[in-house]
Nanobody, 123 residues
Framework: QVELVESGGGLVQPGGSLRLSCAGS??????MAWFRQAPGKEREFVAS????????YYADSVKGRFTLSKDNAKNLRYLQMNNLKPEDTAVYYC??????????????????WGQGTQVTVSS
């Protein structure tokens, strides 16, 4: 079982920034994504990117505020979150699949999941 491990969550004030990291094996995943789940709500799609970089896809709720990037040397994929809002508060999950398509915002498209990292936006 290939693992995905998230890190970088925490408490931030509205308008602040956080960067989440996802570590995993590129040999297994062609596409990775971030999902989030707020208390009492269903897990929802945030953004996805080809593991090799390039094509990205964002949910409308985060477009213009969140940015995906990569560090090949460290085998890490990042989610830079700017101008955070209280409604961004959730557990954020990194997910991966061997399929190579970024525009599929469905949970069942992804086969491997991390354990999640908490992001809390509050004053």
């Amino acid at each position: 079982q290939v693992e995905l491990v998230e890190s970088g969550g925490g408490l931030v004030q509205p308008g602040g920034s956080l960067r989440l990291s996802c570590a995993g094996s590129r040999r297994t995943f062609e596409t990775m994504a971030w999902f989030r789940q707020a208390p009492g709500k269903e897990r929802e799609f945030v953004a996805s990117i080809l593991w090799s970089g390039g094509l990205t896809y964002y949910a409308d709720s985060v477009k213009g505020r969140f940015t995906l990037s990569k560090d090949n040397a460290k085998n890490l994929r990042y989610l830079q979150m700017n101008n955070l809002k209280p409604e961004d508060t959730a557990v954020y999950y990194c997910a991966g699949t061997s399929r190579r398509t970024v525009g599929v915002p469905r949970l069942d498209y992804f086969t491997n999941w991390g354990q999640g990292t908490q992001v809390t936006v509050s004053s």
